[in-house]
């Protein structure tokens, strides 16, 4: 199943098992936005950044990420749900 334009990783442990391919499924599933939350969120968007952008920036693969460090999960879904404009679209959430 296909991953849709806003996601919110939510990181229940430290472990990030297969984190460069679930990003890579972000990158061809054409995903605009991704949210995390939970345990080491900055770190994990720092990684999910370090993993769009690859041996060099790329306009072609972009993806907009925000931490929500030390927020809730409804908070991090309803940030989400805001976007506007070309982040529109229905948020999901994915449990890592």
Do not use: W
């Amino acid at each position: 199943m296909p991953y849709g334009p806003k996601v919110v990783l939510h990181c229940r442990s430290r472990a990030r098992p297969h984190l460069d391919e679930l990003v890579a499924a972000f990158l061809r599933d054409g995903v605009k936005f991704v949210g995390v939350v939970g345990v080491n969120a900055s770190y994990v968007e720092d990684l999910v950044d370090e993993l769009v952008v690859g041996d060099g920036f790329d306009p072609n693969r972009f993806i907009l990420t925000s931490s929500h460090e030390g927020e809730s999960l409804e908070e991090a879904l309803e940030f989400a749900r805001n976007l506007s404009d070309d982040y529109e679209g229905e948020v999901q959430l994915v449990e890592v």
